[in-house]
């Protein structure tokens, strides 16, 4: 009896053991290795922070980065709820508000304008936002919660056009890949990702006048362990050299003011 | 570890003892695991103004959309699917155990590769697709049709699997007997396997109804998330989640109240009392 309950304890133990190693890396409170970095960005900055992300564990000793890219949005709520970021890199101002008690004050360092995204060779010949509306187009935009969605749809309240897309999207990358897919027409997204986009989609500019400015800011995330790996990412990414990686991919400076 | 458990579990087959004392420690361990996220449901439920949330036009369209979805893939699952069953569990074809397999293999899928399998087979340039475009000028995606079939692709597999297993276990005695007397196969169908599968077919169209329900992935890749036409319910939690709490709260909570009634109803079928 008494063996079996110390064999019953031995099982218990390597089983709490397990549970310790397999739970570490999800435990944001500190079981992780300290120089991991955990960067939640808008889905719009894959390639360039895939970039960026190179860089900085090149230049800090192998130091580890995990990006978690999703639409601006649902970073904010995983943030709100405790998700375990260091640091957050919006596509909108109001989603970086919306996150404003738990990040330190946020810096602007990027900034995007729209494009529309087609099929290349632009088989529907869309020439600009009127050419949305026609019926026979299926246009694909991202959901109003989305914020490439809402410039969309600010952009086509501007112009004062009303279309009836086939689909909101989750994020913007979903956008661009209903249309590469040959599924949608046409679809309202980032610059950027018409030029990250892989060779079978084209842009078609929107003019400056009906077009708005999407402004990137980033900020360290308040209950960060590692506040140290977390400024020095958010300092790479505002410097010459990080600003010159975004600008490869298609990002403008961000808006002086 | 599992050397152990397997010399332990020989040995607790032959002898007459219940569980092993410890079993309780890590069979408590299980349940609070699966029950407490349940209760942070309900604990983070806004009872007060439920109805209200329940009754917002953008929670009763993704309710009525997802009624219709569901029931209409329950309504393909069994009128392809019930021949289906009974192929595989009567008629020795060649293949037969690879059908089966094909068969189960969306209930092990990751649905959202589903949702793309399914873009590249019925999406306007997919290979079945393309021709429904150019012949009928159908395409499926981003519509409430897409929406059906690719929840009746992920839930299927249940519907077919359950009432295969009816099939199997029934008394063919029946049968035979209606077929002495002269009935065709058709009628034997109709009148004497079909009363007698009964219980299983209720349960599979129950299980395969509960699966259409909370299909998600598939979904929102292949039919895409339109207020209305493709926004079904889980794809409404999950977009209401990243804005309003609460809504996704309160949708959420519909889904645990189904799939517990479709549980309830099942228990004797699957829990039978001891």
Redo the contacts between chains.
Sequence with gaps: MVRSWIRSAAVLLAVAVLAAGCGGNDDPSGARSPTEIRVFAAASLTAAFNQLGERYTAANGGSKITFNFAGSQALATQIQQGAPADVFASADVPNMDKVKDLVDPPQNFASNRLQIVVEKGNPKGVKGLDDLAGKDLKVVLAAPEVPVGKYAKQILDKAGISIQPVSQEDNVKAVVTKVSLGEADAGIVYATDVTAGGAKIEGVDIPKDQNVTATYPIATVKASKNQPQAQAFVDLVRSPDGQQVLESFGFLPPPTS | ?TA?ARRRGRRAATTKAGA???FA??AALAVGFLAVPLLGLLEETPWRNLAHELTTPLVLEALRLSLVCSLGAVAISVLLGVPLAFMLARVDFPGRNLVRALTTLPMVLPPVVGGVAL?LAF???GLVGQWLDQAFGI?L??TTTGAILAEAFVAMPFLVITTEAGLRAMDRRFEDAAATLGAGRWLTFRRVTLPLIGPSLGAGAALCWARALGEFGAT?TF?????G???TMPLAV??A???D?QAAVALSLILLAVSLAVLIVLRDRWFPTA
């Design positions: 570890m152990t092993p004392a410890w420690v890590p873009l999406g306007r340039r395409t995606p981003f929102i039919a895409g998330n339109l207020p036409t493709t926004q999950y977009l989640l990243e804005t709490l």
